[in-house]
């Protein structure tokens, strides 16, 4: 299967800081990319679909200056958690691909603001 | 809207044992569907999908599963289980047609595996 990369795997920052999540397809370009965001013991939750070189779609409730998406190339999306407190600290997941395929995701990327 | 669930929040086995992970969908459409594995602190891992044909789907890990129109159900299987199958595992319901592109998740059932 496709791989997707994410990095990095764990950050730790300080309250009121921007953290910057990257997404990488390694082997395949992806014409669109989802940002997800998973509470302990819960389900994803899709936070925003991007699709190279246009904005990203949010999802309701979901703050689009408070996380920021950048699909500038058909390889690499991110997502800056900006101005970061406590309760923004999850696991974030991106997923990516092709037109008609399934979505390939990455490993995922643990937030602790402290 | 489309929706995924999973009954089962919590399901052991022991190892050897076959194994069912239920999952029932909602969609207005011929829904595309698929199982992921999720080690804990780990991304998901894609174990089977369902797009059409043949409505019994083989995946990794000799896992199995099962697309039932009448009963709006994908469930998972596999005949034995192995320790390293201990995991949570998530049905998804999504579409790949034009912007459609949106995954919905079920909770999750989280397997545990007795030696």
Partial sequence: ?114 | AQSVTQPDIHITVSEGASLELRCNYSYGATPYLFWYVQSPGQGLQLLLKYFSGDTLVQGIKGFEAEFKRSQSSFNLRKPSVHWSDAAEYFCAVGAFTGGGNKLTFGTGTQLKVEL
């Fill in chain 1, 1 to 114: 299967g496709a791989v997707v990369s994410q990095h990095p795997s764990w950050v730790i920052c300080k309250s009121g800081t921007s953290v910057k999540i990257e997404c990488r397809s390694l082997d395949f370009q992806a014409t669109t990319m989802f940002w997800y965001r998973q509470f302990p013991k819960q389900s994803l939750m899709l936070m925003a679909t991007s699709n190279e070189g246009s904005k990203a779609t949010y999802e309701q409730g979901v703050e689009k200056d408070k996380f920021l998406i950048n699909h500038a190339s058909l390889t690499l999306s991110t997502l800056t958690v900006t101005s970061a407190h406590p309760e923004d600290s999850s696991f974030y997941i991106c997923s990516a691909r092709l037109t008609g395929r399934e979505a390939f995701f990455g490993q995922g990327t643990r937030l602790t603001v402290v």
